[in-house]
Nanobody, 122 residues
């Protein structure tokens, strides 16, 4: 199995910054991609940002210019630096990973973390 553990959420004022971290552990041969999604009350879960093992990134329009996703492949960890936060960024943020667990079985599993709350409010 694979576990994803998020950290770094909290309460921040509008215009402030937060840095989320997500560490993957367990039966991992290679992580193909990791990403951050968020879900606000009453809304569907949506992509925030995603990064592949070769460093390619993509962002939701709402995150472009304010959020930066990065990863440390040696630590199986992904980060999300969030700047200029707005009240509409308030949500539970979930880490997601596409993981290949063995070298001999070319199947990619998808995992989710438990989520970390981000609240932007004055």
């Amino acid at each position: 199995q694979v576990q994803l553990v998020e950290s770094g959420g909290g309460l921040v004022q509008p215009g402030g910054s937060l840095r989320l971290s997500c560490a993957a552990s367990g039966s991992i041969f290679r992580i193909n991609a990791m990403g951050w999604y968020r879900q606000a009350p009453g809304n569907q879960r949506e992509l925030v940002a995603r990064i592949t093992s070769d460093g390619s990134t993509n962002y939701a329009d709402s995150a472009k210019g304010r959020f930066t996703i990065s990863s440390d492949n040696a630590k199986n960890t992904v980060y999300l630096q969030m700047n200029s936060l707005k009240p509409e960024d308030t949500a539970v943020y979930y880490c997601n990973a596409d993981v290949r667990r063995t070298s001999w079985f070319n199947f990619v599993y998808n995992y989710w973390g438990q989520g970390t709350q981000v609240t932007v409010s004055s």
